[in-house]
Every structure is written in structure tokens, then in C-alpha cells.
């Protein structure tokens, strides 16, 4: 990539309005940063806040994107019996989630009352359609995301469930309570078999907690951001603000991996 001052000023001259030379294949152009600058219309009377609030969002979208493009990497490793890939994959996931976690900041900070002036421009809409973000629940779960379930017949929860099995061990996917016992023995012997082959199960297994984490706390972290701007006023799209927030904000994708620490408690008190 030439990054050369006589081509980046080349590049500036065309977003400026200046044409710039038909030969120049330079930064701006490889990232199209004229159409990215141009994205962003302002219809409030706070234009910093409302600024740095449209383009959060649009940042946001941009990582889902990618997160969207590893998870279906993951899946498609797990299928394969690739566990480098699948844990190099959710290693990248869990990164994209912390960068989103420390984004929400920005949001956090801004002026009170700053957001009730940018609520007018944004009508009925609501973070709530973002269909990327649906599409990640569906993607992570097969009982999340509703609305992109349809598109993505593959999820990581099954993915995981079915190299489990291929390994020899039991793992239904249905609701029932001896389904679950089942599972928590395959978890159990995967978190205490030092066997060979097990660690990368268990490696993947922990990889997709992290994932589970960072998202119920992304969901906690929207609860508090919504209380600093709107306080119990009710949200936009025409939620009940806050309360509904508050309803999704602790659940799980993969329970079972949360049950199992249980398993932990219970050996290391037998063990004394």
C-alpha cells in the first residue's frame, strides 16, 4: 500500500473536491474514506454529542461485521475438527468484545441532557434492530436471535455439542431435565480428564464462556448507559427503556458452562 505524501495529498485533493489524479490508489481510497466521512447527517442542535453518538453506532456495526465473520469461522473450524483455528477465531472475538466494551464509554461520558436533544432526530428507531446484532445472538446460540435465526442454520453452542459427541461423549440439545444432567457429565469429564485430546475441548469451551461473558457484560454496561440519559423514562422505538434492558441483561448463551463450575465446588470438597 503506498502511503507516499505526494499520493496521500493526492487523496485529500479529491475529498476536498479537487480531482484527483485517475492513477492514484492510495489510503483514502483503498478504505473509501470520503463515502465513510460522508455517512454521518446530523439533525440535532448538539452536533459534538450527536457526532460522536452516530458514529459509536456505526463503529459498532463495523465490528459486528467482522465478530459476525469470526464466529462463522469458529463454527466452520469446530466442523473440521480444527481446534487451532476455532480457538484462534474466538481469541479474535473476544478481543473485537473488549473493544466494544471500552467503546461504550464514550456514550457514558457524554453531557447529561445531551441525549434528550438527539432523540428527536432518531424517530421509532431503536439499537434493538440492529439486525447484526440479532444475527450474533443466532450465531452464538440456536435459542437466541429469533429474528436471524432463519439465516444461519449453523450456531457455536452446536457446533461445540457435536465435536463433543464426536469424542465420544453424550451431549442432547433438547430442554429436558435429564438432557442436562447428560451434558454436565460430558462438561464435567472434559473440565477433569487431564486425557489426551481433551484440552483443546476444554480450551474451546472456555473460550466460548469468554464470549458469553463479555456479552452479558455489553448488555449490563447498555442497562447503565440508558439509566445515565433516560433515568425510567420509557426508550426509544417504543420499549419500556430501562425495565426491558433489564430483562436481558443477565442472560446466558451457554448455561451449561456456567452449571458446571458447580462440578468444581463439589470435587474440591471431596478432595479435602
Not at 432526530?121 to 434493538?128: E, H
Not at 434492530?129 to 442454520?153: H, M, P, T
Not at 430442554?175 to 460430558?186: D, F
Not at 473440565?191 to 458469553?212: A, I, P
Request: aromatic residues 6%; charged residues 25%.
Amino acid at each position: 500500500m503506498d502511503l507516499s505524501p505526494v499520493t496521500e495529498q493526492a487523496n485529500l485533493r479529491g475529498i476536498a473536491g479537487i480531482p484527483a489524479s485517475p492513477r492514484a490508489h492510495g489510503y483514502a481510497d483503498y478504505i473509501q474514506l470520503a463515502a465513510l466521512l460522508d455517512l454521518q447527517s446530523l439533525r440535532s442542535s448538539k452536533p459534538r454529542s450527536e457526532l460522536l453518538f452516530i458514529v459509536v453506532h456505526q463503529v459498532y456495526e463495523l465490528w459486528f461485521k467482522v465478530l459476525l465473520a469470526e464466529l462463522e469461522c469458529a463454527i466452520a473450524a469446530i466442523d473440521a475438527d480444527d481446534g487451532y483455528q476455532a480457538l484462534r477465531a474466538m481469541r479474535r472475538v473476544h478481543d473485537l468484545e473488549g473493544l466494544m466494551l471500552a467503546q461504550a464509554l464514550l456514550i457514558h461520558r457524554m453531557e447529561p441532557g445531551d441525549f434528550s436533544e438527539i432523540r428527536e432526530g432518531l424517530g421509532s428507531s431503536s439499537a434493538a434492530e440492529s439486525v447484526q446484532f440479532a444475527a450474533i445472538e443466532a450465531l452464538s446460540c440456536s435459542s437466541e436471535g429469533e429474528d436471524a435465526r432463519s439465516q444461519y442454520k449453523r450456531d457455536l453452542w452446536s457446533a461445540l455439542c457435536e465435536c463433543i459427541e464426536r469424542c465420544g461423549m453424550t451431549m442432547p440439545r433438547d430442554a429436558t431435565s435429564s438432557a442436562s444432567e447428560m451434558r454436565l457429565a460430558s462438561l464435567e469429564r472434559i473440565y477433569m480428564d487431564r486425557g489426551v485430546g481433551r484440552g483443546f475441548l476444554k480450551d474451546l469451551c472456555e473460550s466460548m464462556l469468554d464470549h458469553d461473558e463479555a456479552f452479558i457484560l455489553w448488555r449490563q454496561r447498555h442497562v447503565l448507559m440508558a439509566q445515565r440519559h433516560i433515568g425510567a423514562r420509557p426508550g426509544t422505538g417504543g420499549s419500556s427503556g430501562v425495565s426491558h434492558l433489564e430483562t436481558r441483561a443477565s442472560r446466558k448463551f451457554y448455561p451449561d458452562l456456567w452449571a458446571v463450575r458447580n462440578v468444581f465446588l463439589a470435587a474440591s470438597k471431596l478432595a479435602r
